[in-house]
Every structure is written in structure tokens, then in C-alpha cells.
């Protein structure tokens, strides 16, 4: 059965209802015990759009970047976006994640007590504000003095790439959002 809510801008897909170039990767989804979010349901109706994120995601949950560090920077990047679907979701994994509910509200803000985050968040911060035009140099030295190689800050750039996918789409389809109600209330606090 197709979804349609009354803020849903496309159709929520599950497996039955899918392109068939999208259902088989929503059944690999259901099957590796994963649930299919609304996301997922409305990004299935194009199956190459599918495909592309389902493989950006799964090559970046391989990286060496800790989990808090990807959390932070999607929380930081939905703040950005001002997208509350993503920012709920990022909400609900970063707490997963071992996040404090101060490094959330901090980490929607592009920051850190954590020092070395903090460092690495700021040229992101940057890299995403295209006002400037690129990030200062001093920001990458500064996150390699801070301890983050090379390949840390370029797999963390793919990590704002990936949360702005989830954003734009999100934000198209006017998600409504999803799971504990808590949660959504902690993010609007």
C-alpha cells in the first residue's frame, strides 16, 4: 500500500508498493532487520536515487571516523538546513551513539567540548558556508594539528555530502516525522 500523509509531498513506498528497481533493496533492508523509514519509502520511487544513497551510506559506516563524530556532523548539518525530520533522526542515533544531550545542542551549533571535534566541525562549518567561498587554509592545518588525517576530514566532508542528501530530499518531500514523540520534543527544546 502506497502512503500519501496529509504533509507528504510523494508517496511513501514499502516493498510491495516500490519500482521495481527499488523494491529488492528495500526487502535487503527489511531482512537485515533495518526498518524503512519515510525517507527511504519516498526516496524508493527513484531507484537510481536509492541506489546511490544506500551505497554512499554504506561505504561511509566503513570509515574510521567514530559514530559520534558522523552524528555530530549530521545533527550540525540538519541545524543548518533547518530540517526537522533529519534533525530528529540525527537526534535519535546521536543519543544512541552515547551523545549527552549538551553535545547535541552543541553539535547542532557547529561545535564541541570536545576540542578535536570542535576544530574538525569548524571547517565544515566553513566547507558548507559557500559565502566565503572555500574554507580558510589555517582550517584544514588546524584540524590536522587537532589530530584528524587526511583521509578523517575527507571522509567527514562525505559525511556533510550524505546529511545534505538526506536533508534535500526530506525537505522536498515535507516528511512528517517519525518515531518517539520524546525525542522530536527534545530536539524542539
Do not use: C
Not at 533492508?29 to 523509514?37: C, D, E, L, N, Y
Not at 530528529?88 to 576540542?115: C, F, I, K, M, P
Not at 566532508?157 to 522536498?172: G, K, Q, W, Y
Amino acid at each position: 500500500m502506497t502512503v500519501k500523509t496529509d504533509v507528504s509531498r510523494f508517496h511513501i513506498h514499502d516493498e510491495l508498493t516500490a519500482p521495481d528497481g527499488s523494491a529488492p533493496l528495500i526487502k535487503s533492508i527489511q531482512t537485515a532487520g533495518g526498518a524503512v523509514s519515510k525517507f527511504i519509502g519516498v526516496l524508493a520511487e527513484s531507484p537510481a536515487a536509492l541506489r546511490g544513497y544506500t551505497r554512499l551510506r554504506t561505504e561511509l559506516r566503513s570509515t574510521k571516523l567514530p559514530r559520534a563524530t558522523r552524528e555530530r556532523i549530521g545533527l550540525a548539518v540538519a541545524e543548518w538546513r533547518n530540517d526537522p525530520y533529519t534533525l530528529t533522526q540525527y537526534a535519535r542515533t546521536a543519543r544512541a551513539a552515547g551523545l549527552g544531550l549538551d553535545e547535541v545542542a552543541r553539535a547542532r551549533n557547529w561545535t564541541s567540548s570536545d576540542e578535536k571535534e570542535a576544530t574538525l566541525l569548524t571547517l565544515l562549518r566553513e566547507t558548507l558556508d559557500t559565502s566565503e567561498g572555500r574554507p580558510a587554509h589555517h582550517l584544514v592545518e588546524e584540524a590536522r594539528e587537532a589530530g584528524w588525517s587526511d583521509e578523517e576530514i575527507l571522509d567527514a566532508v562525505a559525511e556533510v555530502a550524505l546529511a545534505e542528501f538526506e536533508s534535500l530530499f526530506a525537505s522536498v518531500a515535507a516528511l512528517p516525522q517519525e518515531g518517539d514523540p520524546a525525542v522530536t520534543r527534545e530536539v524542539a527544546a
